[in-house]
């Protein structure tokens, strides 16, 4: 595979690239890529972090990156998720969560042990470098970036935060340096965090990230998109998918009449193809992010029998032009997640899954 071929694998159903450069640079230099991910325990895993996440670790393992799944538990508690109760964040991080991101890389062909499962609190202890790194990363960072930059963690612009919030910032830096990160991957709203470690990487010295020449370099960050939300978005914000709004998102081991009755209850307004959940699901999720694809929509002959769209803008245009009714994409959409969550409904009918599901349940 060429590098021009790596390059589609890595950006595909992406938003933002920083940078190509440096990228290209791990290229040219034959550096190997040293991918990773980091997720918070914080409830049940949906389409999001399940399907997108998970489908963009499969396209890097094809690009030849080694892949890690960061548990962030301490991130977790910083971030008062789980009530900020430590034991239950314990207790959900291995039985729930990441047998859910283990049924989620099934759902895109990907065995567990493809990709390595990092634990903060492994990673953490008895570690002085990953301190002295997170006391150096603190060192350039001012206090109003690292104020700004808390909007990883859901919080607002002058929102009253206690010190412990400020942690999380240079931490997840921290994090990237420790793991030995060129490749760090997350959606766009953790774009300020990987911004930070960009800017601080030529300034560390304690834990600096080199490349196959030992030359010190900056990490490449991918951003992928953002699967929507099924509510109507009052805003923009509001658009994404979210774990603490249920009623807005369908989770990787929901049941197929779950999923058709969340669909069905989606808002999926006619002739309007922007801020539109389905649309959206079929862009990023179905097509993943390109034009090109295959779909097939079953409908009774009396309203067109069925139909295959190759082109995502052909699929668009008979949305607004009402040659394709809003039910019928549902129906299409629904009919194409039950059959691409199978595996996933099928890891958690084991006994251990299972057992961490209504863990995670009794928490909620």
Not at 46 to 71: E, N, Q, R, V, W
Request: aromatic share 8%; proline share 4%; net charge positive.
């Amino acid at each position: 595979m060429d590098n021009s071929q790596k390059l589609d694998l890595i950006t595909r159903n992406c938003e933002e690239l920083l940078t190509k450069e440096s990228l290209d640079h791990l290229f040219s230099t034959d550096t190997a890529l040293n991918h990773y991910i980091g997720f918070e325990i914080s409830g049940l895993v949906h389409l999001g972090t399940g399907l997108m996440s998970m489908g963009k670790i499969a396209d890097f393992l094809k690009a030849g990156a080694k892949c890690t799944i960061f548990l962030a538990d301490w991130h977790s508690y910083l971030n008062n998720k789980l009530g900020g109760d430590w034991g239950k964040i314990k207790k959900a991080t291995k039985s729930y969560f990441q047998e859910a991101l283990i049924a989620s890389l099934a759902c895109h062909g990907i065995k567990s042990t493809e990709v390595s499962f990092v634990l903060g609190s492994d990673l953490y202890r008895d570690n002085l470098t990953h301190w002295e790194t997170f006391m150096e990363a603190g060192k350039h960072i001012t206090l109003n970036r690292n104020l700004r930059s808390i909007s990883i963690m859901g919080k607002k612009a002058g929102e009253s935060v206690d010190m412990a919030t400020l942690f999380y910032p240079p931490l997840q830096v921290a994090d990237i340096f420790t793991l030995k990160i060129n490749l760090a991957h997350a959606g766009m709203d953790q774009r300020k965090a990987h911004v930070l470690a960009i800017d601080a990487a030529k300034k560390l010295k304690i834990n600096p990230l080199k490349d196959s020449k030992g030359k010190t370099i900056s990490p490449t960050a991918i951003h992928h998109s953002l699967v929507a939300g099924l509510n109507a978005p009052a805003n923009t914000e509001d658009f994404k998918m979210s774990k603490s709004k249920p009623d807005s998102a369908i989770f990787v081991h929901d049941s197929p009449d779950t999923i058709r009755e969340k669909i069905k209850k989606a808002y999926c307004p006619p002739q309007k193809t922007e801020n539109n959940p389905l649309i959206n699901w079929t862009e990023t999720l179905i097509f993943w992010g390109q034009e090109k694809g295959s779909f097939t929509i079953k409908r009774p002959e009396k309203f067109g029998g069925n139909i295959t769209y190759t082109n995502l803008s052909d699929l668009k245009k008979d949305y607004l032009s009402e040659t394709l009714h809003p039910n019928d994409l549902k129906s299409g959409v629904g009919d194409w997640l039950i059959e691409k969550l199978e595996p996933a409904r099928k890891h958690f009918e084991k006994e251990k899954p299972k057992k961490g599901l209504s863990l995670m349940l009794s928490f909620l």
